[in-house]
């Protein structure tokens, strides 16, 4: 298996403007997250789905984000619009539940986003 | 509320020493507790889960304690290498909340020669 895919790696845009991300999770996987990292707070969750449903969305900051997941092999969390303090690395993660509990979380590479 | 603070933030050492990083929880109740290591421009990835009955776990030269009590645990690195270079992270779990992991900002380890 190739692990968690994010695209695009790097994403540069102007404030205003649209920004999808995309992720492809571990086949098999039935548990994904979106994260956003930043050098002041570190990881933050945004939200958490299960079998494709949405199960915690506490973590997406305000209503300009908003994420789908279509089918259990794809992704997506758009911004729109854009703010330049949106910029930060956005994490996709993926991992099997089982029972009450989670396999350990794998992490796909991220995309680095900058809102100029 | 539940908050994972490490320490340091940031640490230097020669290739060839050892070090410890720390990690103290106020997560409740207590699930379990992994060690990620971050390189830079790539996703975290683990390197140690423990578990409330689990007082050490080794991963080759990592080695991950765990005090469920004082609600602490330490990574300790043995014969550092330049590729330990990175950010080490401490993600701690609540039971029953699979989807809560609370991330500690990280401590930021660089290995020189």
């Known amino acids: 298996d190739a692990g968690v895919i994010q695209s695009p790696r790097h994403e540069v845009t102007e404030m205003g403007q649209e920004v999808t991300l995309r992720c492809k999770p571990i086949?098999?996987?039935?548990?994904l997250f979106w994260y956003r990292q930043t050098m002041m707070r570190g990881l933050e969750l945004l939200i958490y789905?299960?079998?494709?449903?949405?199960?915690?969305d506490s973590g997406m900051p305000e209503d300009r984000f908003s994420a789908k997941m279509p089918n259990a092999s794809f992704s997506t969390l758009k911004i729109q619009p854009s703010e330049p303090r949106d910029s930060a690395v956005y994490f996709c993660?993926?991992?099997?539940?089982?029972?009450?509990?989670?396999?350990?979380?794998?992490f796909g590479q991220g995309t680095r986003l900058t809102v100029v | 509320k539940n908050q994972v603070e490490q320490s340091p933030q940031s640490l230097i050492i020669l290739e060839g020493k050892n070090c410890t990083l720390q990690?103290?929880?106020?997560?409740?109740?207590?699930?379990?507790l992994r060690w990620y290591k971050q390189d830079t421009g790539r996703g975290p990835v683990s390197l140690t889960i423990?578990?409330?009955?689990?007082n050490t776990k080794s991963n080759g030269r990592y080695t991950a304690t765990l005090d469920a009590d004082t609600k602490q645990s330490s990574l300790h690195i043995t014969a550092s290498q330049l590729s330990d270079s990175a950010s080490y992270i401490c993600?701690?779990?609540?039971?029953?909340?699979?989807?809560?992991?609370?991330f500690g900002t990280g401590t930021r380890l660089q290995v020189t020669l």
């Open positions: 423990m578990t409330f009955s689990e």
């Open positions: 993660a993926s991992s099997l539940r089982q029972g009450r509990g989670n396999t350990e979380a794998f």
């Open positions: 990690c103290n929880y106020t997560v409740s109740p207590f699930s379990n």
């Open positions: 086949s098999g996987h039935n548990s």
């Open positions: 789905f299960n079998n494709n449903v949405p199960i915690d």
């Open positions: 993600v701690v779990s609540a039971t029953g909340t699979a989807s809560k992991l609370t």
